[in-house]
């Protein structure tokens, strides 16, 4: 945990300082590019990475042959992405840098779709993969201090992290492709990869809603208000972000702790995770409250009075991030009950929802209105999944007791 924290630690500096560098219009249009390749990603997945972990775990495949059927999965959909994405901005009336920054968005997404941590979670080695992201964020955070200043022309922020990330992923396919002898590219392995995606189109189904009802106020706030309203937004969603990364290392870590609670005692495992969510929640009030009163100081601090305005939103973002931390230990609860479908009736009903909410109440509210609905949200999913996995195991323990 100590190097996710470093890493996020150098990250967060990095970014603070870029931020004030491009100024709210600026940022905007980075955040946003970055916000909807990571989404796209995410959508190319196909949630291969569980159902790779879980075989691997379960020694029902060896790591080199799945690590090449899914990177070669991965690259063709990438590129192939990649080509529409820049087809489609070539089309658009977008001009100068914005331009650029947006073509610069597709070769993101295709560096993006190269993600290495997955095989690093299924073979013990997190602490190993924390350190190869640490380098890339040491790389562009170096970058930002040394040779951002006041001004910055848009898109130079994703020129830099596009860089870093791509030599660290290059590296590191290389590196591991080496170790555990595979090919990254094999065409004759596309076959697994079908297979693995047949057992886990619910997992991803649920990670793809999860992660458009956390994230989608970035890309609505651009295209409804404007690139200043989605820079002022991304300052906040930054800081939130970085906050999420650590909290869901956490849930990581828990994972496998809630499978072997789940397999000892159903009553110990109901407490626990009832346990760890409402501790989440309260220490998310707490957070909210401290936050609420020193937020109006420190935010201009950080980010500079161009950003001020932003400051209102930091508060209830947090507080979502803490729901989603119960929302979790829920969801890998009902995920070790083999459960799958019933997290994604959760999720997907309010992610449905607070899409719609956007468009009918950031013309009139504006960025605030996004902070709220991100925390609404975060806070029926919290909900709906409570009551799931409390279902779930209320009938397992009567079930027992049968």
């Known amino acids: 945990m100590l190097w996710q924290l470093l890493g996020k630690l150098f ?70 992405a990649a080509v529409l994405w820049v087809f489609a901005v070539s089309l658009s009336s977008l001009e100068g840098g914005e331009r650029w920054t947006w073509l610069a968005g597709a070769f993101f997404l295709l560096v993006c779709c190269m993600d290495y941590s997955w095989l690093f979670q299924a073979t ?29 022309s848009v898109g130079s922020d994703l020129y830099v992290l596009l860089a870093a990330n791509a030599i660290v992923v290059i590296f590191v396919w290389w590196k591991v492709s080496n170790e555990f002898g595979f090919r990254c590219f094999s065409a004759l392995r596309l076959s697994n990869a079908k297979k693995m995606f047949l057992e886990a ?12 009802l956390a994230n989608m106020a ?37 994972a496998p702790r809630l499978m072997a609670w789940h397999k000892d005692n159903v009553v110990t495992f109901r407490r626990r995770v009832l346990l760890i969510a409402g501790i989440a929640i309260v220490v998310g009030g707490l957070v909210f409250l401290i936050l609420r009163l020193v937020v109006n100081w420190f935010y201009p601090l950080l980010f500079g009075e161009a950003f001020a305005s932003a400051s209102g939103l930091l508060p209830w973002l947090v507080l979502g991030k803490f729901f989603a931390l119960g929302t979790a230990m829920f969801t890998w609860g009902l995920w070790a009950q083999h459960r799958d479908k019933l997290t994604v009736l959760c999720c997907l009903p309010c992610c449905f929802v607070s899409g719609a909410l956007y468009f009918l109440l ?14 609404g949200a975060e806070t029926a999913l919290l909900i709906a999944s409570g009551i799931a996995f409390t ?5 397992s323990d009567a079930k027992s007791a049968d």
């Open 362 to 375: 950031l013309p009139e509210f504006g960025n605030l209105a996004s902070a709220w609905i991100t925390l």
């Open 391 to 395: 279902y779930v195991v209320n009938q």
């Open 124 to 152: 013990e080695q997190m602490p190993r993969a924390s350190r190869f992201q640490l380098a890339s964020s040491i790389i562009s955070s170096a970058w930002f201090v040394l040779f951002f200043n006041k001004g910055q």
């Open 201 to 212: 189109w619910l997992i991803w189904l649920f990670n793809l809603g999860y992660y458009l």
């Open 218 to 254: 970035q890309i609505m706030t651009y295209f409804i208000l404007g690139k200043e309203s989605s820079g002022l937004f991304g300052s906040a969603q930054y800081l939130v972000l970085a906050l999420q990364m650590f909290l869901h290392y956490f849930g990581i870590l828990m």
């Open 11 to 80: 990250q967060v500096v990095g970014m603070i300082y870029a931020t004030r560098c491009l100024g709210p219009d600026n940022i905007g249009v980075s955040r946003t590019v970055i916000t909807l390749a990571m989404t796209l990603q995410l959508c190319l997945a196909f949630g291969l990475d569980a159902v790779a972990v879980r075989h691997v775990a379960k020694a029902l495949a060896k790591p080199g042959e799945i690590a090449s059927a899914i990177f070669t999965f991965r690259f063709v959909l990438g590129f192939l």
